[in-house]
């Protein structure tokens, strides 16, 4: 039996996580055994622990978790106009971008992460931090970043 070829593709539902999930698609077309693992981050509410924080973290969560199941389904065919048969698996993690998608990535054992990048300059990066810049840094496996079209 021959080893799945891991894909973890951030996803932010915007321009940047769309063009990564399409820049994966093509890629696991081309690659036998590719594998996609779809993963969207949700930002932690629950710093200080109280009940309110926790049940919103669970339902960001929860909500996050159908949106990507939709968000597949009405992707697979989309891209190039034939069916993706490869299987994904959707994760959502709670945190930092950078350092949720290195640990799924360490955790499904990937061999390469995709992300998109908004292409922020100046200030706005500087405030923003870059996903991309940071994971390139935290990541041992090959990482690529996609950039929308405008």
């Known amino acids: 039996m021959t080893e799945s070829y891991r894909i973890v593709v951030g996803m932010d539902f ?10 994966a698609i093509e890629l696991g077309r ?4 590719a594998e996609l693992h779809l993963t969207a981050v949700v930002v932690e509410h629950s710093n200080s622990p109280s009940a309110s924080r926790i049940a919103l973290d ?8 159908a949106r990507m199941r939709e968000y597949i389904e009405s992707k697979r065919a989309a891209y190039e106009g034939a069916e993706f048969s490869r ?4 994760h959502v993690r709670l945190g ?5 998608l ?6 499904v054992d990937a061999r390469l992460i995709i992300v998109g990048t908004r292409g922020a300059r100046g200030l706005a990066r500087l405030v923003l931090g870059s996903v991309s810049e940071r994971l390139v840094k ?8 996609s950039y929308p079209e405008h």
């Open 14 to 23: 915007g321009p940047s996580g769309e063009e990564a999930f399409r820049m």
């Open 30 to 33: 081309e690659i036998p055994n």
């Open 87 to 90: 299987p994904v698996v959707q």
């Open 102 to 107: 290195h640990q799924v990535a360490v955790d």
């Open 96 to 100: 930092d971008a950078a350092e949720a």
């Open 138 to 145: 935290l990541a041992q496996h090959l990482a690529a970043a």
């Open 58 to 65: 669970e339902r960001l969560v929860e909500d996050t978790s």
